[in-house]
């Protein structure tokens, strides 16, 4: 965690909310994920902030579901094929499948911890292949959405990116871009070796 | 405690945002004095919150769920202040080596100079001090300052005058640089001055 400390990325994928059931009562916390009461109850169940959610869990207060951009339906559908599931769908406006999923993992027991790790590895492995090779062929058109026609696989893969691989795609894009550029205009027009 | 109808994190979250937005617009946006003194407002209230509540403690006891969650949300805030005011350090580090260590350049455009704190010019002064002692040491073989995008085919270029930027001494001696004309100079008596905009390369 500590290289991300500073990381704004990271500090705002930590406000994602989990589901949190408490297991034994909170004097004067009642206010937390927008409660009324003075108290939280045991049983109780709250919408509680990742970086608030760690003391909690961990100090045994509540236990917390797998939120459902993890959940074992996305987990199966990747297992099959990972490239077939739009991530950006799966978590909120601007945050990341992937910066999510670590936060969670950090979160988790041993075993969970590795089975959560092995998920996020395999599929940005799966993906990864597509997202380069994607960027590079648009490098010439230049616009995420653009090319393809409407509605084809590609597109919609590309739509499907979370936030991590779209930063990738552009960076491959802009890397391509500038090689074709050094390659035709060159230091003193060097031809291009074949 | 003057936290309840905020939920805690609330005003952090929002400081955090404008990091983001610079990062999204890149681009550096004014001081948020305001936003970070409500910050600190809140969290000397929550360091009484939990003064209040360790006072309380019974030694058999240990510490009520509530002290240790004002904790988490007293370092929360302070990372959150952490990460903003180190974002901002690093976008104007960047802008000091784009314009090739030029302060005056960057600290008299007001423009510039009206988004920054006090703090933050007085960073980017001692920074400058830094980065010139260590330049000196060295400057006879190497300029750090100087442009790494284009390596240098010549000694010498051939410039265009963009702007006047009054007399300045190269190794023919002083030369007055007026608007419209052009001179062939030794690149490292004006590297500075094309990274600032007076003069344009001609290539």
Known sequence: MDNDYFSIDAILAENQKIQCKFKQRIPEMGHLGGGSERDILPLSKRQIPIWLAYIIVYSDWADFDIPQPFSNKVRNALRAEPRSVRLSNLVGAGAGWYVLGKTIMDMLGDEQGVEMSEMLITTFKGRLVDVIDQAQHFAVLGSVGGGGGVDSAPQMFREGLDTTERELFVLAQESARRMKKWYEEGSGGAKRVL | ?203
């Open chain 2, 1 to 203: 405690m003057s936290t309840d109808t905020r939920q805690f994190g609330d005003l952090a979250t929002q400081l955090v945002m404008e990091s983001r937005r610079s990062s999204q617009t890149d681009a550096l946006l004014k001081y948020n004095d305001s936003l970070v003194r409500s910050l600190l407002r809140e969290q000397r209230d929550l360091e009484r919150a939990a003064e209040a509540l360790e006072a309380g403690m019974n030694e058999f006891q240990g510490p009520p769920p509530a002290l240790l969650i004002i904790q988490t949300a007293i370092s929360r805030n302070k990372r959150c202040l952490l990460a903003y005011h180190s974002h901002r350090i690093d976008r104007l580090r960047d802008l000091y080596w784009a314009v090739g260590g030029a302060l005056p350049h960057i600290l008299n455009n007001q423009d510039t100079r009206s988004k920054l704190s006090p703090h933050e010019v007085d960073y980017l002064r001692q920074y400058n001090s830094s980065v010139m002692e260590f330049r000196s040491e060295f400057s006879h073989e190497l300029d750090i300052t100087a442009s790494i995008t284009n390596a240098p085919k010549d000694l010498h270029v051939l410039v265009h005058v963009v702007r006047d930027c009054g007399v300045i001494q190269t190794e023919l001696g002083s030369i007055d640089f007026q608007k419209g004309q052009r001179f062939m100079v030794r690149r490292a008596d004006i590297e500075h001055l094309i990274v600032q905009g007076y003069l344009e390369e001609v290539s």
